[in-house]
């Protein structure tokens, strides 16, 4: 196939199944033997392939399966350094705390730029090839305004979806109060040029992270910066983060590995989306949440990889829609719409994640008559191609 330029049009035929996630297409979203017609890096087609208009381009996918480019709405991916050995502990019995984030502190601060611009790189061409076509990056691996403002500069280059964690974890060199007044001065005036949203490590004793008092004024001090806020909750155990979440109206509330009813309901009344991130359960040896019982009560779920060289050293899409099939109660089309347009409401975009007309050209064609295999064949390469503003990369 050749590039197609900015103002010519390409049909992409011989769909077997197109997951549009479209109502158009009925209460699935799906359609088969489909077409798709995208211009200027826009969906701006589809229906069946015997009424496919002309087009100056042509992809036929020979019957393939076409879902849109997955929307990782979580990952730390900014970073230098190794764990596998605390990796190793852990499945030798050792739980996981987060202590580990400090190793990973001191190796990135003491890292260059083309180190960390490498290692970023590579993780994000690595997601792509496995059908990511957005991805939020956060900071919160330097802990000092220098290495902070510098990972989201970093990050930056490789993504618009760009998050200020500074409060991840305090620092060995300060104490909490001083470390708070940091994130929630210098530190946050430094970075927010580089950022669209503010997190915050929020879980109950704090000895890790931070309660729920320090977390809402981190997300305060990240809102009246212009920040947009989303939390890390309820992870290590049950604790404040899903209800602080939604109390200040983040975008999304991530992890959930441990909810309570009460937590179940107020995301149900909120439009804060519960990100799922089954790759940490599994890396981390922790229970599974259950993610049919948050669909069932009206929540919205996303799906997100974590990546990172602590809880999770995982940068595929088509492994967590595997894990949220097998071990959280998703049909597979559930998994795939929580992996794509559910992280995109969790970013907040109405332009990724489907594929309705008007949506941006990301598209992953799968090796595969169904998106049903993405779970049923599990830790295959079965991403074939992948069409980026309707560009094919890598
Ligand atoms: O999302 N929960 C906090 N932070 C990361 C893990 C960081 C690490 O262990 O390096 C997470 O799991
Ligand atoms: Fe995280």
Redesign the pocket.
Known sequence: MTEPAEDRTLLVTGIGELVAHDPAHGPSGVLTDAALVVSSGRVVWTGPAARAPAADDRLDVEGRCVVPGFVDS?S?VVFAGDRSAEFAARMAGEPYTGGGIATTVAATRAASDDVLRHGAGRLVAEMLAQGTTTVEI?SGYGQDVATEERMLRLARELTDETTFLGAHTVPAELDRRAYLDLVTGPMLAACAPHARWVDVFCEPAAATAFDADESREVLEAGIRAGLLPRV?GNQLGPGPGVRLAVEVGAASV?HCTYLTGDDVAALAGSSTVATLLPAVEFSTRSPYPDARALLDAGVAVALAT?C?PGSCYSSSMPFVVALAVREMGLTPLEAVHAATAGGAAALRRDDVGTLRPGARADLVVLDAPSHVHLAYRPGVPIVRTVLQGGRPVG
């Open positions: 979580h730390h956060k890390h991530d974590d990172n």
